[in-house]
């Protein structure tokens, strides 16, 4: 075993879950616990769907890279249990793990820090909506759940009645409803790993936008990394991402996704604490446009734990 491998101890991979994204999980977390593996560190698989967390003593545990996406995982959740069990964990603590997971808070915390975001409404489930004063007002909307990641339940809508299908299906997931002005432009992502930014990634894809299908399905989503920004675009972009990063909260490394209109302006969207660690992420992507490899990516954001 070699110095770098044996000062992490023991280590427990969190992957799979209870969330509606367990699939994307179970296979950021295997792709996490074959780079720790081949880096020499005693690591191991530890789905929370079937066992209770507190085996992570029992199985004299060290510290935990969590691999877990959407609720419970990414939410503060899991990050409150494992601060009561005092075992170090990979990524933001339980505020900013929470904050980031709820994109109505995440977009108030955005506007009044005055940091560019697209106009937005929200619609609760419990007090009803009028889809026509809504379209009207915003003419194209997306409509998004406020707790739930990988794009799931996210639709866009441009007229009253795919509004309220829309609404209707995203209302499965959550009982708040994000409704955002529709932004006609590229779309961006911006990876932070400690307190430095990776380079831009642009997303481009024919399925209107960048949804479940694309980022794990579609082989015609198409990524530009560095994205095509001219230097000061590119700073600007950066700035933004860490801004909003801090903001909520948020710390140890994630993506921060923005899009540019087609009038140049750039507005945030969401903080990602636990972002897809998949052979087709984006953050392992930016890592190697910056030279690092996917082990090392792994190796640096365990060290945080240290």
Known sequence: MTQVSSQFGKVAVLLGGNSAERDVSLKSGQAVLNALLAYGIDAIAFDPQNRSLWELKDLNVDRVFIALHGRGGEDGTVQGALEFMNLPYTGSNVLGSALAMDKIRCKHLFKSAGLSTAPYAVVDAKKGFDA??????????MVKPSHEGSSIGMAQASSAEELEDALSNAFKFDSQVLVEQWISGREFTITVLGDEVQPVIEMSTPNGFYDYQAK????????????????PDTQKLQAMALDAFDLVGASGWGRVDAMQDEQGHFYLLEVNTVPGMTEKSLVPMAAKANGASFEQLVVRILEQTL
């Open 216 to 231: 794990y399905q579609s082989n015609s989503t198409q990524y530009h990394c560095p994205a095509d920004l001219s230097q």
């Open 132 to 141: 026509k004063a809504i379209i009207d007002e915003f003419k194209k909307v």
